[in-house]
């Protein structure tokens, strides 16, 4: 099967053509450099994402504190990342990139604050 990709790799935003077997890369062509096959292959084998969301406070100046994974995760398992942010309250003054969670869904990535927060 033959798809068509826009490489985010770098501003020239080169055409990937890549043929694979279903979620197995076979070829890639169209791109400038290694990082382009190297990004084709990670968004067919293995897609990942950094998580951007925010969660609830109580107390805290704001009722809600933006939050983004510190690495990016499967993107298969994001539903289930939402639906674990959802539970989360944040009660205690944060300072940013402070862990709100740490080992987030026991993927090795920390959820952490995307800015401070204080008491009301
Ligand atoms: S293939 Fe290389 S040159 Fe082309 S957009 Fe990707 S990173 Fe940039």
Same mark, same amino acid.
């Given at each position: 099967?033959?798809?068509? *990709?826009?490489? &985010?790799?770098?501003?020239?935003?080169?055409?990937?053509?890549?043929? %694979?077997?279903?979620?197995?890369?076979?070829?890639?062509?169209?791109? /400038?450099?290694?990082?382009? #096959?190297?990004?084709?292959?990670?968004?067919?084998?293995? $897609? *990942?994402?950094? !998580?951007?969301?925010?969660?609830?406070?109580?107390? !805290?100046?704001?009722?809600?504190?933006?939050?983004?994974?510190?690495? $990016? &995760? $499967? /993107?298969?398992?994001?539903? %289930?990342?939402? #639906? %674990?942010?959802?539970? &989360?309250?944040?009660?205690? $003054?944060?300072? %940013?990139?402070?862990?709100?969670?740490?080992?987030?869904?026991?993927?090795?990535?920390?959820?952490?604050?995307?800015?401070? !927060?204080? /008491?009301?």
């Amino acid at each position: 099967m033959k798809r068509i *990709m826009t490489c &985010i790799e770098c501003p020239q935003g080169c055409r990937l053509e890549i043929e %694979a077997d279903g979620a197995r890369v076979i070829s890639v062509s169209g791109n /400038k450099c290694k990082r382009g #096959a190297a990004y084709a292959r990670q968004e067919i084998e293995a $897609p *990942m994402r950094t !998580l951007t969301t925010a969660v609830l406070t109580r107390g !805290l100046e704001l009722k809600m504190l933006p939050v983004r994974s510190s690495k $990016p &995760i $499967p /993107k298969d398992k994001l539903f %289930a990342a939402m #639906a %674990a942010v959802k539970l &989360i309250v944040v009660t205690s $003054p944060v300072h %940013a990139g402070a862990v709100v969670a740490a080992d987030f869904l026991g993927l090795g990535v920390d959820l952490l604050a995307c800015r401070g !927060l204080d /008491k009301i």
